[in-house]
T-cell receptor
Framework: NAGVTQTPKFQVLKTGQSMTLQCAQDMNHNSMYWYRQDPGMGLRLIYY???????DKGEVPNGYNVSRLNKREFSLRLESAAPSQTSVYFC???????????????FGPGTRLTVT | KQEVTQIPAALSVPEGENLVLNCSFTDSAIYNLQWFRQDPGKGLTSLLL?????REQTSGRLNASLDKSSGRSTLYIAASQPGDSATYLCAGMRSSASKIIFGSGTRLSIRP
């Protein structure tokens, strides 16, 4: 049981390049999330997917797109990277739909992205 | 803007002490409050989740409480150990997944 996995662990991009961050979970969770973590700003929600086939914007969605490929996988795409997108990106998942542990979030190890 | 505030930002205590980390929030619609631990360069590890109906959760040496009326949650760590050194974050969640707000964290250092 690997929990939440993310690839790649590190990435350096030039301004204007595109890339996709991959996330997968093996806990049969319905909901998945993408966050970015910046010094002094804390963790901010970029996009989330409450269930397979649905996605919604979070606090800072501009410059990103997401795809909920299936129940296990949720990818984050940067179409034209900018230096302001230099950050650590975390994927998370949670079981929703009832029970006391609803919404407890489990995090992946993160992707450290630098845009030059 | 709804906020989650953690005070203090950093704390250093000798091993063996009991300590309390604070989390305050302005959003009265917060439904769940989750505490995490983050080690340097790592992801977040869930410690405790408190639903508003529960008010308190315990796991080993950790105890977390939630008081929605005052907009506060506390994480109590008993008999602290050097291995407890990490950044502790709290996150307030509404019943909808669309609104999850993290505090900036308390960086805890336990001196041997």
């Amino acid at each position: 049981n690997a929990g939440v996995t993310q690839t790649p662990k590190f990435q350096v991009l030039k301004t204007g390049q595109s890339m996709t961050l991959q996330c997968a979970q093996d806990m049969n969770h319905n909901s998945m999330y993408w966050y970015r973590q910046d010094p002094g700003m804390g963790l901010r929600l970029i996009y989330y997917s409450a269930s397979e086939g649905t996605t919604d914007k979070g606090e800072v969605p501009n410059g990103y797109n997401v795809s909920r490929l299936n129940k296990r996988e949720f990818s984050l795409r940067l179409e034209s990277a900018a230096p302001s997108q230099t950050s650590v990106y975390f994927c998370a998942s949670s079981r929703t739909g009832g029970g006391w542990s609803s919404y407890e979030q489990y995090f992946g190890p993160g992707t450290r992205l630098t845009v030059t | 803007k709804q906020e989650v505030t953690q005070i203090p930002a950093a704390l250093s205590v000798p091993e063996g002490e009991n300590l309390v980390l604070n989390c305050s929030f302005t959003d009265s619609a917060i439904y769940n409050l989750q505490w995490f631990r983050q080690d340097p360069g790592k992801g977040l590890t869930s410690l405790l989740l408190i639903q508003s109906s529960q008010r308190e959760q315990t796991s080993g040496r950790l105890n977390a409480s939630l008081d929605k009326s005052s907009g506060r949650s506390t994480l109590y760590i008993a008999a602290s150990q050097p291995g407890d050194s990490a950044t502790y974050l709290c996150a307030g969640m509404r019943s909808s997944a669309s609104k999850i707000i993290f505090g900036s964290g308390t960086r805890l250092s336990i001196r041997p």
